[in-house]
């Protein structure tokens, strides 16, 4: 019987106008979100390759001025001055399925530039995107926000009346009068709706990330999990507009209250979330970082002369038999204040990324209030968007500025000149991706599947009382 | 008449369960909104002027240095949060927090607060603006999807049209009805905004930030007066509740929640931004090979040197009476600030281009009409920022040239020996921002406010004409 239904079902639905529009709206938005998302991943791969001119321009020079010197500024030999005034960009490349969400890529700086100059001064200065902060405000339509937020429309568009639209058109009782319980009738016109939209959204979503420069290939589990979320939170969308139809309402009750329901997943409660974990969560005003930098700056400026005495004091056998530390040399006292600096402020730095992935974790646990919020964080993840692969770029930045003062620094205070070979063995950045993708999308997708069957087991008992008026 | 149809109307709604539960919601939900924003524009305006201040102190406390040496460490300013900032936070999550005024660089603000944020609050702020952005519509459309759909149904329509009614006063009798009830929620939070504004500003600027709130309020008003107008129509011309109420909640999504993205990012495309890297290295090529690319900075040192020992008279730099230094900072300062002038005016000028996309994009949706109108009087938009970012680099350029001139009467060859301390460091102009005036933003928001009046205009006419041939069937 369920197949005869299913097969009446999709002659209706095949015959019907709207549900061609709203498929192809769906469609649409899912490839013309993937060619803004492509264009957001081409824009950062297009800053990466900048970057990466620019270094081998810049040190291709130095290497080959350090083999054979020519007296000129700067001195490429020096490595207090090559350490402090010249600087490696540490980039975070976007991942194969960037396409997908833009996350907060957008807001997060992707390519800082590291020097020996502190660590805080990196982040201070031209570390985030210029662009139009006026259109931050609306957001970007990628992917996922086609996923995330069309998608239901497309979907409450064609359920909101699977049981009601029949009573209204009196044809339910015709239906019912068939070997047909109300359930599978309901079950399987919701599931013949559910299975046209996440079978839309999957094909669009492949054809517009492969359009739109995503690699399939190089991550197909995260592709598959992105797929999976996607059919559970449609399956959220049914089961809740079934869940609607055993309440017996007209059709004008059904598609207000879903409507009401689909704001408030989509828009408000996201809304709150955000809201709620920087309250309960906060990141200290970075007010405090600028200030704490100054005031480190202020107190090392005159210290020179005493840091590097202190060096060379813990360092035996450091100490050029020509140099006197308290001799003003400019870029050398440098080396050893904005080391100071560095020192003093490492804490501070580190005590906002706590206090972000603190937040981060609060607003992760109370997406459960939200199956978009859910998806969104699944996306993101999936994307390689999300605050988790920030946070460990953020962590490689901070190793990566060490090592290049490691190697930078005791070369500049033992006075060691830079050699071409030296300018082969100097640190570079390479991003590690940080675990799998798995780890971090599973929860958010497993929070989906149990929405999805809750709400589906709330909707069954109500089945058996659908009737024709 | 109109007015016994809007009491008609206005009893009924109020009377009903669902508006008298998305009334509360909705009312509640922009209360809290407000309580919100008040609670964190407050402490982000404290933090401005703390911080603001305390950058000052560390300029006056940093000891004797050379006054190069000083203008490197320089100082910082804390951008100031508008009066109005609580209802309407525009774009102050997304452009950073202070700008670095040092000698050399037009910094670009440092520091956004949205990267500071969980990314999923980003589906949906709860703001103010948002709640009447967004929600409100969507109470609208509640409420009078079925004013006209459902006294059809009921047979009501044709015994009203009967006794002579006229189709205009019912029309506008309806429109008056919705407004009565929005009210109820509406009421509210413009005392709790005014009470909040009077909090927020002194009383100096209490007369500019009121003239603000009157414009926002005129905005809004038209916003959701051209949302009942299209309601209205929509149910005066659809043959059932449930077609108007489908058709309206189609029309919401994509006017609120879909074409402003799609609008965002056609005119992020059509007039793209450089990349910070791009921009940079732009720069960088400029200063160093000079704008045209034929003028090498080197050479305009020489040539600067040889100018300034023929002024003086002299043939070797020793001979100076001056410090060249000095004055060869300053030329290269002054060359600088056409490089950036260059380049931060392409830049604006593309945003700008931008922003006249999306304003435009009110013909489309209202929504953007209003969100340009919002941010602009809220002084949130991206015009009072580039307002501030301009008069502090006025003040950065003054301030540099300033310790440049000084510089150039220190003429002990050795650097560090030309110092300055405490004194000379306090003496200098401190920076006093004054925020652009009412009238400023208002005369910016000529176009959007010109599309809302038109949507509303239209909308109620919409409503009028389609009241005059209602389907009866």
């Not at chain 1, 901070?398 to 640190?427: C, G, I, K, N, W």
């Not at chain 2, 009377?15 to 509640?28: F, S, T």
């Not at chain 2, 240095?65 to 460490?73: I, L, M």
Request: with cysteine; proline share 5%.
């Amino acid at each position: 019987m369920i197949r005869t239904v299913l097969a009446h079902e999709w002659r209706l639905l095949r015959r019907a106008p709207a549900t061609w529009i709203a498929l192809a709206l769906l469609a649409v938005s899912i490839v013309f979100g993937a060619s803004n998302g492509g264009r957001w991943a081409d824009f950062q791969h297009q800053t990466l390759a900048e970057a990466e001119a620019y270094e081998a321009e810049t040190y291709g020079d130095l290497a080959r001025r350090a083999a054979a010197p020519d007296g000129e500024w700067p001195d490429p030999s020096s490595a207090a001055n090559i350490g402090m005034f010249y600087g490696r960009y540490a980039t975070l490349p976007p991942g194969p399925l960037a396409p997908l969400a833009v996350g907060q890529s957008d807001v997060a700086p992707y390519a800082l530039y590291v020097s020996g100059k502190t660590l805080a001064s990196t982040h201070t200065k031209s570390a985030e995107e210029l662009g139009n902060p006026q259109a931050y405000v609306t957001g970007r339509f990628d992917t996922a926000f086609a996923l995330v937020v069309v998608l239901p429309l497309v979907l409450l568009v064609l359920l909101f009346d699977i049981a009601s639209g029949e009573r209204e058109r009196e044809t339910l009782g015709l239906v019912l009068s068939q070997p047909v319980r109300p359930g599978t009738l309901v079950w399987a016109k919701a599931g013949l709706r559910w299975a046209l939209v996440a079978g839309v959204a999957w094909a669009a979503s492949a054809l517009g990330l492969a359009l739109f420069g995503a690699d399939l290939g190089a991550a197909p589990g995260g592709l598959a999990l992105a797929l999976l979320a996607v059919a559970a939170y449609a399956a959220v969308w049914t089961a809740l507009a079934v869940w609607v139809a055993t309440r017996g309402w007209p059709s004008a009750t059904n598609a207000l209250v879903l409507a009401a329901v689909w704001v408030a997943v989509v828009v408000v409660v996201p809304g709150l979330i955000g809201a709620a974990s920087g309250a309960l969560e906060p990141v200290p005003s970075r007010t405090h970082l600028i200030e704490a930098h100054r005031e480190a700056d202020t107190r090392f400026a005159a210290r020179g002369g005493e840091l590097l005495t202190a060096y060379y004091d813990a360092n035996p056998g450091a100490q050029p038999a020509d140099l006197d530390p308290m001799q003003y040399d400019f870029p050398l006292y440098y080396t050893a204040r904005q080391g100071a600096m560095q020192d003093t402020l490492a804490p501070l730095l580190r005590r906002y990324d706590d206090a972000l992935a603190a937040q981060e974790r609060l607003a992760n646990g109370l997406a459960l209030l939200s199956p978009a919020a859910l998806l969104q964080n699944t996306l993101a993840a999936v994307a390689g968007t999300d605050h988790a692969r920030h946070a460990a770029y953020l962590r490689q930045v901070e190793d990566f500025h060490a090592a290049h003062r490691d190697f930078f620094a005791p070369r500049a205070y033992q006075r060691v000149a830079l050699t071409a070979s030296d300018y082969e063995a100097m640190p570079r950045f390479a991003f590690v991706e940080p675990g799998a993708v798995a780890t971090r999308a599973l929860w958010p997708l497993g929070g989906i599947a149990v929405l999805a069957l809750t709400l589906a087991a709330c909707a069954a008992p109500g089945l058996r009382r659908i009737t024709t008026h | 008449m109109i007015r016994r149809i809007a009491g008609k109307e206005r009893t009924e709604m109020t009377r009903d369960g669902r508006y008298r539960l998305a009334a509360g919601l909705v009312g509640g939900l922009l209360l809290v909104a407000l309580a919100l924003g008040v609670l964190e524009s407050r402490s982000v305006r404290a933090e401005a002027e703390r911080a603001e201040e305390a950058s000052w102190t560390q300029w006056v406390e940093q000891g004797s240095k050379n006054p190069h040496s000083a203008a490197h460490f320089a100082l910082y300013t804390y951008r100031p949060a508008s009066a109005l900032a609580f209802a309407e936070p525009g774009v102050t999550p997304y452009t950073g927090l202070a700008v670095w005024l040092e000698a050399h660089y037009q910094n670009e603000f440092a520091f956004r607060p949205a990267r500071d944020a969980a990314g999923v609050g980003r589906l949906g702020q709860v703001t103010a603006a948002t709640v009447l952005q967004v929600l409100l519509p969507l109470v609208i459309v509640l409420l009078a999807f079925g004013a006209f759909a459902s006294e059809r149904e009921r047979g009501t329509l044709r015994q009203a049209l009967a006794q002579g009614v006229r189709p205009r006063d019912l029309a506008l009798g309806k429109a008056l009805g919705v407004a009565q009830a929005l009210a109820v929620v509406l009421v509210p939070a413009v005392v709790v905004g005014a009470g909040a504004l009077l909090l927020a500003s002194g009383s100096a600027a209490l007369g500019d930030g009121l003239a603000r709130f009157a414009l926002l309020a005129l905005a809004y008003g038209l916003y959701l007066a051209a949302f009942v107008g299209v309601a209205l129509a929509a149910s005066a011309r659809s043959r059932t509740g449930r077609g108007a109420l489908v058709g309206l909640l189609a029309f919401w999504a994509l006017a609120v929640l879909v074409l402003p993205r799609v609008a965002t990012d056609a005119a992020r495309t059509a007039y793209p931004t450089p990349s910070t890297t791009a921009f940079w290295t732009a720069v960088g090529d400029d200063l160093a090979d000079g704008i045209d690319g034929h003028d090498p900075s080197d050479e305009r040192a020489e040539r600067l040197l040889q100018e300034t020992m023929e002024d003086y008279g002299v043939s070797a730099i020793e001979d100076l009476p001056v410090n060249f230094s000095g004055i060869a900072l300053q030329a290269s300062e002054a060359y600088g600030n056409q490089v950036y002038e260059k380049h931060y005016g392409a830049l604006w000028a593309q945003v700008e281009r931008q922003n006249r996309v999306q304003a435009l994009a009110g013909l489309v949706t209202p929504l953007m009409a209003v969100r340009a109108t919002s941010m602009g009087l809220a002084g949130t938009d991206f015009a009072a920022h580039r307002h501030f970012a301009e008069a502090a680099e006025t003040y950065r350029r003054d301030f540099v040239e300033v310790l440049n001139a000084d510089l150039a009467t220190l003429t002990d060859p050795v650097f560090n020996r030309n110092t300055r301390g405490r004194d000379f460091w306090a003496s200098l102009d401190r920076f006093a921002y004054v925020p652009p005036s009412a009238g400023w933003a208002a005369q910016r928001q000529a176009l959007p406010l010109g599309l809302l009046a038109l949507w509303a205009l239209g909308g109620l006419v919409a409503a009028v004409a389609a009241a005059r041939r209602p389907r009866f069937l």
